[in-house]
């Protein structure tokens, strides 16, 4: 069950509109790592979640105050755009090339299509969609999914924070950029929990056998560069994080297979093949009367 009551998680009052900066701000609601992205990935969660407790309660709260996140945004957009123009003749734009650079950086669809509104769009107008949640159904990707959106959400908000002098603009993004400060730690360290109770452990997903992966190249690091720095990192020498495994580091592969020949797919797909074309006419007409599928 939604229950909406008509009060703020935090103030929403920019100094003054900006309808150019109401489009950057489109980025942080409905871009990639956009709020709708993040509310709706933790519901999703929520509501596919196959145990009960303490981390579908999380999730549940977390989607829910996510929610609100959308709710400011949408707001501090229509704020910005409250007193914009409806619009500006050619002759006004000529004039005056300082207007034209302005009016070329705003979204033209907040007036059109949403009427001085906030849209479930990004900063460049692509619609949100629904591809960009995860929800697995495996707590340990999913845990670590959040923790990259979070991360990808705070970094997009800080370079806004820099990008305007309103100071309620600021102060909203500050907050939240603070909510995003959290909820990081808080997927990290649910992340911990999760592998200490052995509910969930490395590889993803721990519970597949790994008697059945190939396992002589389970923890090797295969460079396909010319950069031999990579020799370096952790990831080429030592214990593996899982703890199931040592690290070792090869240029190049360690296995290869030859190329198989090319496909050679039903004929009435009509792609060019080495085969004569009659031939593949005639197989085409011999499948159709035998009505083969």
Do not use: C
Request: proline residues 6%; negative net charge.
């Amino acid at each position: 069950m939604f229950f909406h009551r008509q009060e703020l998680q935090h103030t929403v009052k920019p100094d003054a509109p900006d309808a150019v900066y109401a489009r950057k701000l489109q980025e942080v609601l409905g871009g990639q790592y956009g709020e709708i992205t993040i509310a709706m990935q933790y519901q999703f969660q929520a509501w596919n979640m196959h145990i009960p407790g303490k981390y579908r309660d999380l999730m549940f709260g977390i989607g829910a105050e996510e929610m609100g996140h959308v709710e400011m945004l949408a707001i501090m957009i229509a704020q910005l755009l409250e007193k914009s123009p409806l619009g500006i003749t050619d002759e006004a734009v000529q004039a005056d090339p300082v207007v034209a650079a302005v009016v070329g950086g705003t979204d033209v669809q907040h007036a059109i299509v949403a009427g001085a509104g906030a849209r479930p769009v990004d900063s460049n107008g692509n619609p949100w969609q629904g591809s960009y949640i995860t929800a697995s159904g495996n707590l340990l990707a999913d845990f670590t999914a959040n923790a990259n959106g979070e991360m990808q959400g705070r970094l997009q908000a800080a370079r806004l924070y820099h990008m305007t002098d309103d100071s309620g603009v600021r102060d909203l993004l500050a907050f939240l950029i603070a909510r995003d400060t959290m909820h990081q730690n808080q997927w990290l360290a649910a992340i911990e929990e999760l592998k200490e109770s052995g509910a969930e452990t490395l590889p993803v997903p721990s519970n597949f056998p790994q008697s059945k992966e190939h396992g002589e190249v389970a923890y090797q690091y295969l460079n396909f560069s010319d950069g031999a720095a990579a020799a370096e990192g952790a990831w080429a020498s030592g214990p593996t994080p899982d703890g199931k495994g040592e690290f070792t580091y090869h240029d190049g592969p360690t296995t290869s297979a030859p190329m198989p020949g090319p496909t050679h797919p039903d004929s009435r797909f009509y792609g060019t093949t080495e085969l004569p074309n009659f031939v593949e006419k005639a197989a085409g007409a011999v499948q159709d009367k035998l009505h083969k599928e």
